[in-house]
């Protein structure tokens, strides 16, 4: 009989009365899926049952089955118990341990040096924890590294790429995952690379990055124009997403850079936060954008407006105004650069519409066409008011740019743009009355002009 090492809570193997039995396990330990069987057999025993996760407590309040053997998928300890009777049909009990090991395939990098010299490194020791590794490096030779030392050079002595191999093991059961992968020693052909940056709110970014050899690398930030400093953030992952922590009246660079000093020339491109700021008016959005602080670097500005294309700025136009505000919707600005490399998103800056916008034009009278064609009727295109105070029109082309503006001494459009006739058409208008208390009322909307 085997008597479980690792005892279950109120271990009912042995004890209470019960006679000891016999279970001979074939193979007790093995890597999941692990399918072990009993080889222990008797004629004299009769009414053979198994539990094959016993837990501790009643064995009668488990499942049985009278199947011998059993297939475990887990990775885990189990305990198996053996109910029987003998010849006088006193009951019997036996219990074995059985140690189900994870096959995890093992993770690694390589990092390649000019000179033809790798170093391998395990990644992902943590999971299956494997005694030992056996490394097949793809020119005919191997290596075994083990738990206490994670990582192994090796010299090639040509620089083709080579199809590395590295099988885990578990002393027990001499079994484990195995892991090959295609590695480039074309160091200059595979050097990291930031895809994106995105502000993801007033304190907090990410950085996507493209790491195909697997570097392990170390992330370096810069404040400013000052020098770039180690965060001590490293990654290994051929694809990655990382947190980083940002200011909204700072600009900071990232770069990543290979911790392996043969390699450390291998830097990724950089790339810097930047930001937008929204002044709201009475009438319209002032909308400001941070110059890059790397500007040569910029292939395309954009800005768009509740995650559409509004505005492109230039390299010395950083701001715009957005007087296209509509009543009971929100508008969310946002900044998007573009360099050779990767793609910079802003932090996202959302406002409400203005209070005047919303308010009340009981009294106003705003035309819907105007036909200046000199005959005295409708010529001029004006706005009436109950409102004591002063009013101004102003006038779009499709491309909201501002064709005519009211004056104190012009108060009217009379659909002349300077001094010619404006062709016939629609055109966008906004209408502002303040009333007596300083009230501001809003309308916008289009106007048809016919001669």
Not at 118 to 141: A, C, F, K, M, S
Not at 288 to 301: F, Q
Not at 409 to 425: D, H
Request: overall charge neutral; some cysteine.
């Amino acid at each position: 009989m085997f008597i479980s090492a690792q005892t279950p809570a109120d271990n009912q193997c042995v004890g209470n009365g019960i006679l000891p039995g016999t279970i001979k396990i074939l193979n007790p330990v093995g890597c999941a899926p692990h399918q072990i069987i009993d080889t222990q057999s008797s004629t004299e025993l009769t009414n053979i049952r198994y539990i094959f996760d016993y837990k501790g407590g009643d064995p009668f309040g488990y499942t049985s089955t009278t199947d011998a053997s059993f297939n475990y998928t887990k990775a885990g300890s189990y305990v198996v118990m053996k109910l029987s009777e003998n010849a006088q049909g006193q009951p019997q009990r036996a219990c074995a341990t059985i140690t189900v090991q994870d096959p995890t395939p093992p993770e690694f990098t390589v990092v390649p040096c000019p000179d033809g010299n790798v170093t391998l490194r395990i990644t992902n020791h943590d999971i299956p924890q494997y005694e030992e590794y056996v490394i097949e490096w793809g020119d005919g030779n191997a290596s075994i590294i083990n738990r206490l030392n994670l990582s192994a050079p090796h010299q090639y002595t040509n620089f083709e790429a080579k199809s590395i191999t590295v099988q885990g093991k578990h002393k027990t059961s001499n079994c484990g995952g195995k892991t090959t992968r295609t590695v480039s020693l074309n160091v200059a052909a595979v050097a990291p690379k930031i895809t994106k940056l995105e502000i993801l709110d007033a304190t907090t970014g990410e950085l996507t990055l493209s790491n195909p050899n697997q570097f392990e690398l170390t992330l370096y930030r810069q404040n400013g124009l000052t020098s770039f400093q180690n965060t001590g953030a490293v990654v290994r992952s051929e694809e990655e997403k990382v947190k980083i922590t940002v200011d909204t009246n700072r600009i900071f660079c990232y770069k990543f850079r290979p911790t392996e000093n043969c390699i450390a020339s291998l830097e990724s491109n950089i790339l810097c936060t930047t930001f937008l700021k929204v002044v709201p008016s009475s009438t319209y959005n002032s909308i400001n954008i941070a110059p890059y602080l790397y500007p040569a670097e910029i292939t395309k500005r954009t800005v768009t407006k509740n995650n559409a294309f509004w505005w492109v700025p230039t390299q010395t136009v950083w701001s715009k105004d957005d007087p296209e505000a509509q009543c009971g919707k929100q508008a969310c600005y946002r900044l998007q650069l573009s360099t050779k490399d990767g793609e910079i998103l802003s932090n996202e800056v959302c406002v409400n519409p203005p209070a005047a916008l919303c308010a009340s034009l009981a009294g106003v009278f705003v035309p819907d066409a105007f036909t200046p064609n000199g005959d005295g009727i409708n010529d001029v295109f004006e706005i009436k008011t109950e409102a004591e105070g002063e009013s101004e029109i102003f006038i779009y082309d499709r491309w909201g740019n501002i064709i005519f503006k009211t004056t104190p001494n012009v108060r009217y459009w009379n659909g002349k743009l300077n001094g010619q006739l404006a062709p016939n058409g629609h055109y966008f208008y906004k209408v502002v009355v303040n009333d007596k208390v300083g009230r501001s009322f809003i309308k916008r909307g289009t106007v048809a002009l016919l001669r």
